[in-house]
């Protein structure tokens, strides 16, 4: 079954607004990555986060996790229509020293 | 970080044929992934291909069914073997990046309908 749960599942924002994604997962991890796939193509590694990180910066992303929680939120600011894609969390495969889980997803579509 | 190519890109089949998956890295890789994605899903993972040892295959994924060969560290194929409408997917290829962490670089895809 997948780690990460993520929601919304589907977020629509107009250009210059911020869009915030959330991430469940369940077991224990030492760090947790976001990751954005444009329509039908390959992933593209966004960033990733420690466990003993509570937040992470690069450029219009900030990402927070709280492994009390075990969630984590990506936030996009200022968003722009390229910003356009769908957004996976992932988290180590327990067991697996480099195998990753892939959480649900969600599409994000910003407006012009 | 790497560079990776996947071929084709997307192709149409008949039901009980099979196609072969192409996935070239520009730099020598240990650890490469197959993954599944159907229409809206995340990502599966099939199998994990390491050079010189048999795939490791995920539970519900098969040899016979999804045969995969690595024979040097920069190649890898995945061969979907007599299709059906179900096997309608993106497949991608990745590697594994970094010394300590697990981030994965992902190929293109291969767009696959089968009718």
């Known amino acids: 079954s997948q780690q990460g749960e993520e929601d919304p599942q589907a977020l629509s924002i107009q250009e210059g607004e911020n869009a915030t994604m959330n991430c469940s997962y369940k077991?224990?991890?030492?760090?947790l990555q976001w990751y954005r796939q444009n329509s039908g193509r390959g992933l593209v590694h966004l960033i990733l986060i420690r466990s003993n990180e509570r937040e992470k910066h690069s450029g219009r992303l900030r990402v927070t996790l709280d492994t009390s929680k075990k969630s984590s939120s990506l936030l996009i600011t200022a968003s722009r229509a390229a910003d356009t894609a769908s957004y996976f969390c992932a988290t180590p495969t327990s067991g697996s020293a480099r195998q990753l889980t892939f959480g649900s997803g969600t599409q994000l579509t910003v407006l012009p | 970080s790497a560079v990776i190519s996947q071929k084709p890109s997307r192709d149409i089949c008949q039901r009980g044929t099979s196609l072969t998956i192409q996935c070239q890295v520009d730099s020598q890789v240990t650890m490469m992934f197959w993954y599944r994605q159907q229409p809206g899903q995340s990502l599966t993972l099939i199998a994990t291909?390491?050079?010189?040892?048999?795939?490791?295959?995920e539970s519900g994924f098969v040899i016979d069914k999804f045969p995969i060969s690595r024979p040097n560290l920069t190649f890898s194929t995945l061969t979907v073997s007599n299709m059906s409408p179900e096997d309608s997917s993106i497949y991608l290829c990745?590697?594994?990046?970094?010394?300590?962490?697990?981030?994965?670089?992902f190929g293109p895809g291969t767009r696959l309908t089968v009718l």
């Open positions: 291909a390491n050079q010189g040892s048999e795939a490791t295959y």
């Open positions: 077991t224990s991890i030492n760090n």
């Open positions: 990745s590697v594994g990046w970094g010394s300590q962490e697990n981030e994965q670089f």
